[in-house]
């Protein structure tokens, strides 16, 4: 069936033990530490948390919250969307993630509360998680940017993106992979594909900069090949989450249905006038808010935050 671009309900976990995580900062480099005193952090992170499901309600965005449980200590739990998506067609897919206290995070009553506050109703589950074993990994729609008009998968390869699982991925899915190789400025892999671009209804982000020369060709002209305005962004906008922006569809009672474009205050910022101009046209909305100790100690944006649910019809 045919999955619109942009949902219009989003799973958010609210973190009880967000802080520094040093299992995934070996692969992230845009996670930071910080000096705060014991338990700061995960309350600065609740304190953001709250500023973001209460922007998107306000927007007419239908907000699945979940609380995090203390214990076990679960530091990345406010990013969701790397161990669960939800399709329109009723699958639910759980990912294989690479740090073993990740994994903690995948919780079925999670997925029931999902199913209990926003009517998803599951109809099939594609279970990758046995890939761990073998050291392979997809982090949800950490490690895929999706094009469900025209059942594109792009993911660019790294620690945390194999091509076995993305290959498997695209099998049971019905999405055509595209994979490349893309890096920071210091010659590492970028561990997110999310953290460099993001596809919207009609415009979509890329940080070309950063992707491998030979691979430039083929990831804008595919993307181009969909029609949207392209909008391009260098290395200094992927480090301040230009590239981590997140479209949804809402309705508003004088504009109907309508779509609304979600960024950090970090993000909005890395656009000049002329760039944010074009991305403003492309939706009805921008919406920002500060997440400053999450995308800091976490390394994630806003729209690692957001686990898109697509409810079947």
């Not at 009553?109 to 890939?131: K, P, S």
């Not at 808010?289 to 729209?303: D, K």
Request: hydrophobic share 40%; aromatic share 6%; proline share 5%.
């Amino acid at each position: 069936m045919q999955q619109p671009q942009c949902a219009d309900a989003v799973l958010m976990v609210r973190p009880a033990a967000f802080d520094y995580n040093v299992e995934t900062a070996a692969s992230n480099r845009m996670q930071r530490r910080a000096s705060l005193a014991s338990g700061e952090a995960a309350k600065r992170a609740r304190a953001e948390f709250d500023r973001v499901a209460n922007a998107l309600r306000s927007e007419g965005i239908r907000v699945c919250v979940a609380e995090d449980t203390p214990e076990p200590a679960k530091p990345d739990a406010v990013f969701p969307n790397n161990w669960v998506s939800f399709h329109a067609d009723g699958t639910v897919v759980l990912y294989p993630v690479q740090a073993e206290n990740r994994r903690r995070e995948r919780r079925p009553e999670l997925i029931a509360h999902v199913a209990d506050q926003l009517g998803f109703r599951a109809r099939r589950t594609l279970d990758l998680t046995a890939h761990e074993a073998a050291g392979r990994h997809l982090e949800g729609t950490g490690s895929l940017v999706l094009d469900h008009v025209a059942r594109v998968a792009y993911a660019c390869r790294s620690p945390r993106t194999s091509d076995a699982v993305l290959a498997e991925w695209c099998r049971e899915m019905g999405y055509e992979p595209v994979s490349f190789n893309a890096f920071d400025r210091g010659g590492t892999p970028l561990y997110h594909t999310n953290v460099l671009m993001c596809i919207g209804s009609r415009v979509a982000v890329v940080g070309t900069e950063a992707i491998a020369p030979e691979d430039r060709r083929t990831v804008l002209g595919r993307l181009g090949a969909s029609s949207r305005e392209i909008i391009e962004i260098g290395h200094e906008g992927i480090e301040r989450f230009a590239g981590n922006a997140l479209e949804l569809a809402s309705w508003d009672e004088a504009l109907g249905d309508c779509s609304v474009w979600v960024m950090s205050a970090t993000a909005r910022a890395a656009f000049d006038a002329g760039a944010f101009a074009r991305l403003a046209g492309g939706s009805d909305t921008v919406l920002t808010v500060e997440i400053p100790t999450i995308e800091q100690l976490g390394g994630g944006g806003v729209r690692c935050m957001l686990a898109e649910v697509f409810c079947p019809p």
